[in-house]
């Protein structure tokens, strides 16, 4: 697939939950590479993938968000393109399996999309008939349509639906909403759940107390983590008995400028950083320093301290 240098992608309307990870194209893909080129071309495509346009961020930004020095981050990215994993386009860097993704999903939308409409119509349909009185001249009543058969209405998209009399009935697959699917690809699962019963109670919550339930994953899992014996957890115990709050992560405290300066100050005198109390270092994912403080290499080749000063 050849891309013009002028084409624009956006496809923040359509963000993908998740991503589906082939493993031996990846690796067919980045055999014979170097760690750190492996590292870069990783980061990058997930940050297509999160954002849905192509990356226009300057090179010491991208090279920060990398966590490598801005030389050798152009190198590696010309190597790339060179070997036609990313695409320099006028508006910033893309990758063809980016492109190729979303637009399945935006075609897969679109054929949702048409397939609840011709539902709803049919629907509209089949109600008038029921709704429609008998001719008083008529002696025979009409035959009972499907509508008229009482059911359990489940999820939309989860239902076999006809989109006319003469075609055969197809099942399609049952959507969820964008962030419960996100909550579930992170929260810690065992082959017994039940996605149908945890996105019940999920759509109990309020949007904030979703946001909420989500945040709470990491540190639970930290927690399975140092309980080794410890069973796991019932997403539907998670959300229904609102275990997340005993999880929930403490809100960040307002640090000063001047505080972070002299971190940055001892960062980089060290070349290190103290993720457990600092948080994430520069140019990693999560960081809070002021960016207006940060100078383009901070954050490249720095280990990670046990002990701040």
């Given at each position: 697939m050849n891309i013009r240098p002028d084409y624009v992608p956006d496809y923040r309307h359509c963000l993908l939950p998740y991503v589906q990870w082939f493993q031996d194209d990846f690796l067919g893909?980045?055999?014979?590479?170097?760690?750190?080129?492996?590292?870069?071309?990783?980061?990058?495509?997930?940050?297509?993938?999160?954002?849905?346009?192509?990356?226009?961020?300057?090179?010491?930004?991208?090279?920060?968000?990398?966590?490598?020095?801005?030389?050798?981050?152009?190198?590696?990215?010309?190597?790339?393109?060179?070997?036609?994993?990313?695409?320099?386009?006028?508006?910033?860097?893309?990758?063809?399996?980016?492109?190729?993704?979303?637009?399945?999903?935006?075609?897969?939308?679109?054929?949702?999309?048409?397939?609840?409409?011709?539902?709803?119509?049919?629907?509209?349909?089949?109600?008038?008939?029921?709704?429609?009185?008998?001719?008083e001249r008529s002696t025979d009543a009409e035959p009972i349509?499907?509508?008229?058969?009482?059911?359990?209405?489940?999820?939309?998209g989860s239902l076999s639906e006809t989109t006319s009399d003469e075609q055969p009935r197809k099942t399609l697959q049952r959507k969820y909403p964008e962030d419960f699917e996100a909550f579930w690809s992170d929260y810690p699962r065992s082959p017994n759940m039940s996605k149908s019963k945890?996105?019940?109670?999920?759509?109990?919550?309020?949007?904030?107390?979703?946001?909420?339930?989500?945040?709470?994953?990491?540190a639970y899992r930290a927690f399975l983590a140092s309980k080794a014996d410890h069973p796991t957890m019932h997403a539907t115990t998670f959300i229904n008995e609102r275990r997340f709050?005993?999880?929930?992560?403490?809100?960040?405290?307002?640090?000063?400028?001047a505080v972070w300066l002299k971190r940055l100050t001892y960062g980089r005198s060290k070349g290190g950083w103290f993720t457990g109390q600092w948080g994430p270092a520069p140019g990693q994912v999560g960081c809070t320093v002021p960016e207006h403080l940060l100078k383009p290499d901070d954050g490249a080749g720095w280990r990670e301290m046990e002990k701040a000063a």
């Open positions: 893909g980045i055999r014979g590479m170097k760690a750190q080129e492996i590292g870069i071309y990783t980061v990058l495509l997930n940050e297509m993938y999160n954002r849905g346009v192509a990356l226009d961020q300057t090179d010491e930004r991208l090279a920060r968000m990398c966590g490598t020095d801005v030389r050798t981050f152009r190198k590696v990215v010309e190597m790339l393109i060179e070997d036609e994993k990313l695409v320099r386009l006028n508006c910033g860097l893309w990758n063809i399996r980016c492109e190729n993704a979303f637009t399945s999903r935006t075609e897969m939308l679109k054929k949702q999309s048409a397939a609840g409409k011709t539902s709803a119509i049919k629907r509209r349909k089949n109600k008038g008939r029921i709704e429609r009185p008998l001719d349509s499907e509508a008229q058969n009482p059911s359990i209405e489940e999820p939309k945890a996105l019940a109670g999920w759509r109990k919550l309020t949007e904030a107390e979703r946001a909420a339930c989500h945040r709470a994953v990491p709050e005993g999880f929930a992560p403490e809100p960040p405290k307002r640090v000063d400028e």
